[in-house]
């Protein structure tokens, strides 16, 4: 019996901050603004698309957006609005189907295959869910295709308020025209690596031995590279997804200067904080993988440090610590981060690169 054909999209929803605070306050739409802090210390969380025009971009450091969009407006970031706006969003995929997997706060995948709505189209389902959406006051953009990575790709073809389409028969000559940044998990590093190569688009990859990419990239990675593109991504749509990891991290509202300061923030502040969200009094309540630490210095790079370990120790982030501090070579640190990786009860391989 042939196998059927699936149908997945994703439903990415436009500058989604950007246009809840719109709805909050329709004024907004008639100038540029950035949801995020606009001080010295603050990040642009995303921009609406008239603030874009002028290069504003989310992560961008609140005063860099400033200077090249001097009339910038930002806004105070508003987590529970956005949270409730966001599960409106999903009550209306539900009525869609069951099959949804919420990637991020406005990212959704569907499972479609079985969808029977509009004699089972997904493209005219996801157009009807676009316009459903509508009526909550927000717009969305979909991709639709035989698998995730493909469909999150299209979802940017025709953004904002758009879908494209990548059907089975055409995934192979998509991801041939596609760059080799618009792959999942090619970072800029791993990016320059493959340029060096003269390999720079999907295309470029389907024409070279799988050997060859393995030689460049690695084992594993070169293998990933090579399956996506030649269009092979079998992940299915999680409709309940497993915690990962658990982490607390914090911008500091001064350059911290020393490595002792910063201990004595991870033991008073970020410690007890991580004990409340892995919801254990005592660390050997709850079995890890590995432990880590973030510092982000005041050149905005950033650096983090993990290792293996059963149960989380308080004194192994202060090793942690001080690795990562050394890196910064007498740089402030702007933001301290630590975080704990849960054991995966599946111990199923994820298919990810892991250059960057």
């Known amino acids: 019996m042939a196998e059927i054909a699936r149908k997945i999209a994703l439903l990415d929803l436009d500058a989604f901050f950007a246009s809840a605070e ?70 209306v995929l539900y009525e869609v189907t069951h099959r949804v997997e919420p990637a991020s706060i406005d990212e959704f995948y569907l499972d479609l295959t079985h969808n029977e709505l509009y004699r089972g189209s997904a493209t005219l389902t996801m157009s009807a869910v676009r316009e459903r959406i509508k009526s909550l006051g927000i717009t969305g953009s979909a991709g639709i295709s035989n698998q995730k990575m493909v469909a999150k790709i299209a979802s940017e073809e025709h953004k904002p308020d758009g879908q494209f389409v990548v059907p089975p028969d055409e995934v192979l000559s998509y991801i041939a025209t596609l760059s080799l940044k618009q792959i999942p998990g090619v970072g800029p590093k791993s990016q320059q690596v493959l340029t060096n190569y003269g390999l720079m688009t999907g295309k470029d990859i389907q024409n070279i031995e799988l050997q060859q990419l393995q030689e460049i990239l690695g084992e594993k990675a070169g293998y990933v590279l090579f399956e996506r593109c030649h269009g092979r991504d079998k992940r299915e749509v999680v409709t309940e997804r497993i915690r990962k990891s658990v982490g607390v991290e914090q911008t500091l509202t001064s350059d911290m200067k020393l490595e002792s300061t910063a201990q004595t923030y991870v033991q008073e502040n970020l410690l007890p904080k991580l004990r409340e969200r892995m919801k254990v009094k005592h660390w050997r309540e709850q079995p890890i993988r590995s432990q880590t630490l973030k510092l982000k210095f005041s050149d905005f790079t950033q650096t983090t440090v993990s290792r293996s370990t059963q149960f989380v120790s308080p004194s192994l982030f202060y090793e942690l610590l001080s690795e990562a501090w050394q890196r910064g070579k007498g740089k402030g640190v702007r933001l301290l981060g630590i975080s704990a990786a849960l054991p995966d009860p599946s111990e199923q391989l994820q298919l990810e690169l892991e250059l960057d």
């Open 22 to 91: 719109e709805l909050r306050n329709p004024a907004l739409k008639h100038r540029p603004f950035a949801v995020g802090g606009g001080g010295e210390r603050g990040v642009v969380a995303t921009a609406n698309y008239l603030a874009r025009q002028y290069g504003v971009r989310s992560a961008m450091p609140g005063s860099q957006a400033r200077k090249l969009c001097p009339q910038l407006t930002f806004v105070k970031p508003d987590g529970a609005y956005y949270r409730e706006l966001s599960n409106q969003v999903l009550d």
